[in-house]
């Protein structure tokens, strides 16, 4: 009984922590490559999954896939989101304070106009996968957990594959870390950090469309993401792509863990306190560069 219980909550866990890698992958890039301390990340992850929804129960899409045709309306407003917060905040060099406020506000108006619009009641999608399962052996694999962690994954990679084979994806790389030599190179730093910022809000119109397949969700469900997020993200080391698909699984298996044998009330606080460990060790994170 307790092989079974162990290794199904181990499988549970690495489920997941793919999901908790499309949340936090867009920050990873934000926070880890642009230095912006995007608060309202989550939220644009709950606007993803609105939008799963509304295209779910208005056309009958598949939420993944009305997901994944929803990152060009997000790409765009995360890109004319970098303008606004760099005339505002970044060029007068304000960003500090001031645009972690901006980030904040935007938090809670897309929120407020949330539950204006649809009210606190909980939503859910429709899709012929949710409520099966695979069982192999005495191991149950929900395809609702899944069909979430093989396109989180999918979507990892392509990121990751992005930023370290392109030119493009090399200069968000290098934007924080040199900006003269990335101007010396041709390229424009502000246009690069605002592409990537469009890069990293696409990706909430996916991690959106997968939160709402694993369960229903309503307005101030994000904010049960912020922590957790900012974790993996500072866990895997700022800007490590890899890094912070290990973390999000290192996390998801540790909370699945204690959520079978201990009770779900003590699985983020063992999460934050592997993070709290880890820094004090290596305060890089697993994979940053020392």
Do not use: C
Not at 33 to 48: C, R, S, Y
Not at 181 to 195: F, R
């Amino acid at each position: 009984m307790f092989l079974d219980l162990f290794l199904n909550a181990v499988v549970a866990g690495i489920l997941l922590g793919g999901f908790y890698a499309a949340v936090a992958l867009g920050l990873s890039i934000t926070f880890g490559q642009l230095d912006i301390v995007n608060i309202a990340h989550p939220a644009f992850v709950i606007v993803g999954s609105y939008t799963a929804f509304i295209l779910n129960e208005s056309f009958g899409l598949d939420p993944i896939l009305a997901g994944v045709l929803a990152t060009p309306v997000f790409f765009v407003a995360g890109m004319l989101l970098y303008q606004f917060y760099y005339v505002s905040f970044e060029r007068t060099g304000q960003e500090s304070l001031s645009g972690l406020a901006f980030f904040f506000g935007i938090m809670f108006i897309v929120e407020v106009v949330l539950i204006i619009v649809y009210g606190v009641d909980y939503r859910l999608v429709e899709a012929e996968y949710i409520g099966k399962t695979v069982h192999i052996g005495f191991i149950s694999i929900p395809i609702r957990m899944l069909a979430p962690f093989l396109m989180a994954s999918a979507m990892t990679l392509a990121v990751y594959f992005y930023l370290s084979r392109t030119f493009t994806g090399r200069a968000i790389l290098a934007v924080s870390q040199d900006r003269l030599a990335l101007q010396l190179m041709g390229a424009d730093p502000v246009k690069i950090k605002q592409l990537a910022l469009g890069i990293a809000v696409a990706t909430t119109a996916v991690a959106g469309a997968l939160l709402i397949v694993i369960g229903p969700v309503e307005p101030s469900v994000g904010r049960l993401y912020i922590g957790r997020v900012f974790a993996i993200v500072i866990l895997g080391g700022m800007g490590s792509i890899g890094g912070t698909m290990a973390a999000a699984v290192m996390i998801g298996v540790v909370e699945s863990l204690i959520a079978t044998f201990y009770g779900p009330s003590w699985a983020p606080a063992v999460g934050f306190t592997i993070l709290l460990v880890t820094l004090a060790i290596r305060p890089q994170g697993l994979f940053g560069r020392a």
